[in-house]
């Protein structure tokens, strides 16, 4: 049975840099995609970044982008999300997902294209 877990959300200030991390398991994820969303209190679940299983392909949303980094570690079938310079805006709950793909260098940014997701991490970033 596939478990995707989140941690490092918290509470911040503006300014601030948080680290989430996304330990899988249940089976090998070297083959899969992974990707970060998040969903903000009222809001639809938006994509955030997302990786290609060789780790040599990211992407990132625009109001992200040049602010948070992508990276996974394919031994311990790990994905973090390193954010900096953290904004009010950011507040929301971030979830990571999966999805296996037979492009090492491909990634998907639509949520319907990821089939196991985690519970999420609550970050909240205030002014």
């Known amino acids: 049975q596939v478990h995707l877990i989140e941690s490092g959300g918290g509470l911040v200030q503006a300014g601030d840099s948080l680290r989430l991390s996304c330990a899988a398991s249940?089976?090998?994820?070297?083959?899969?995609?992974m990707g970060w969303f998040r969903q903000a209190p009222g809001k639809e679940r938006e994509f955030v970044a997302a990786?290609?299983?060789?780790?040599?392909?990211?992407g990132y949303a625009d109001s992200v982008k040049g602010r948070f980094t992508i990276s996974r570690d394919n031994a311990k079938n790990t994905v973090s999300l390193q954010m900096n310079s953290l904004k009010p805006e950011d507040t929301a709950v971030y979830y990571c997902?999966?999805?296996?793909?037979?492009?090492?260098?491909?990634?998907?940014?639509?949520?319907?294209?990821?089939?196991?997701w985690g519970q999420g991490t609550q970050v909240t970033v205030s002014s």
């Open positions: 997902a999966t999805k296996p793909t037979y492009s090492a260098e491909y990634y998907p940014k639509r949520r319907s294209s990821y089939d196991y």
């Open positions: 990786i290609s299983w060789s780790g040599g392909s990211t």
């Open positions: 249940g089976r090998t994820f070297s083959r899969d995609a």
